[in-house]
């Protein structure tokens, strides 16, 4: 397990990446990554929709571009304060939620949708999340979850894992699969540089 999959440890390194978060986020995780995963997603401006993970608020402001409001969840306060100088803390359309992705503060079937972007590589425990995913979701509910990509160098690799969470299509076919999800696909996105940095996996919650 990498030293930042640790609830604590990761409260902490946010604690000073929220700092300059927006600052250095486009050259990782682009408006145009996040396009074409939303693109991947059907969508209807009525759907109730839930951003776990949310942080600062890039991902929440494109799925505003489809529906009319946002649950939007993440464990850190320093990221959540950044998010509420863009969208204000209390008001639609972004109701926002302090919390923990393996232990989601919503009832049962309540989403239509749920989404996750750079967030489940923290995760101590992602299947149990994604199995909380698939709790919220209501039926015939989508699921879209972005991670890293593990890397193609060996020696990359190692260095990867002993940070956080890094794995392939195999391993996310595996996960989601075994967290009850169905129609389970991926794809690559990445900036221009490197193509293949995240992978982005989307399925369903059985009908």
């Known amino acids: 397990m990498g030293i ?12 000073y990446l929220s700092q300059v978060y927006d600052q250095v986020n486009p050259f990782i995780w682009t408006d145009e990554m996040r396009d074409d995963a939303l693109s ?11 951003d776990v ?37 209390h008001a639609p359309p972004v109701h926002f939620h302090r919390g923990d992705a393996e232990r989601l503060p919503f009832a049962t079937d309540t989403f239509d949708v749920v989404w996750s972007s750079g967030s489940i590589e923290y995760w101590p425990n992602p299947i149990l999340a994604l199995r909380e995913f698939r709790r919220v979701l209501k039926p015939g509910g989508q699921v879209l979850v972005v991670g890293p990509n ?16 890094f794995y392939d299509e195999y391993e996310a076919d595996a996960m ?3 967290a009850g999800f169905e129609d389970v696909k991926h794809a690559f996105m990445g900036p221009a540089y490197d ?11 059985p009908e």
């Open 195 to 205: 193509p293949d940095v995240a992978i982005t996996t989307i399925g369903r919650a």
């Open 4 to 15: 930042l999959e640790n609830k604590a440890r990761a409260r902490l390194f946010y604690k």
């Open 40 to 50: 991947l997603l059907e969508f209807d401006e009525k759907m109730t929709v839930l």
């Open 150 to 165: 593990y890397p193609d160098s060996l020696l990359a690799g190692k260095l990867a894992d002993s940070i956080m969470l």
């Open 176 to 178: 989601f699969k075994r």
């Open 53 to 89: 993970g949310c942080g600062t608020g890039f991902a929440t402001e494109g799925l505003l571009e489809h529906v009319e409001e946002v649950h939007a969840l993440d464990q850190s306060r320093h990221q959540l304060e950044q998010a509420y100088e863009k969208f204000g803390k």
